[in-house]
């Protein structure tokens, strides 16, 4: 079993910058393909972005192209997501994501993710 366990999140203003951070445990790291997800209040899930086992392939919703990164260090088994430019509509719990089914970036489906963690809140004010 992969545990996800996330942080980062809190309160900033619009035009502002957060990084949420995933620690993994349990299972060889760097194995996983891993990802974001994100849920805001009366929505369903959506896909953030992604990230290839050797960290040499991204993929991001269109939403957030060219405002957020996703990268991971397999020697501290952590992945981010560093957000900048942050807009209210960001608003949601952000949800780190590992899977193991095949190295892609491409899917962008929840049920293609084996493990998910708690997640974490993020508020972004007008």
């Known amino acids: 079993q992969l545990q996800l366990v996330e942080s980062g999140g809190g309160l900033v203003q619009a035009g502002g910058s957060l990084r949420l951070s995933c620690a993994a445990s349990?299972?060889?790291?760097?194995?996983?393909?891993m990802g974001w997800f994100r849920q805001a209040p009366g929505k369903g899930r959506e896909f953030v972005a992604a990230?290839?086992?050797?960290?040499?392939?991204?993929n991001y919703a269109d939403s957030v192209k060219g405002r957020f990164t996703i990268s991971r260090d397999n020697a501290k088994n952590t992945v981010y997501l560093h957000m900048n430019s942050l807009k209210p509509q960001d608003t949601a719990v952000y949800y780190c994501?590992?899977?193991?089914?095949?190295?892609?970036?491409?899917?962008?489906?929840?049920?293609?993710?084996?493990?998910w963690g708690h997640g974490t809140q993020v508020t972004v004010s007008s």
């Open positions: 990230v290839s086992w050797s960290g040499s392939k991204t």
């Open positions: 349990g299972r060889t790291f760097s194995n996983y393909a």
């Open positions: 994501v590992a899977t193991t089914t095949e190295d892609t970036v491409e899917i962008t489906t929840g049920g293609f993710y084996d493990y």
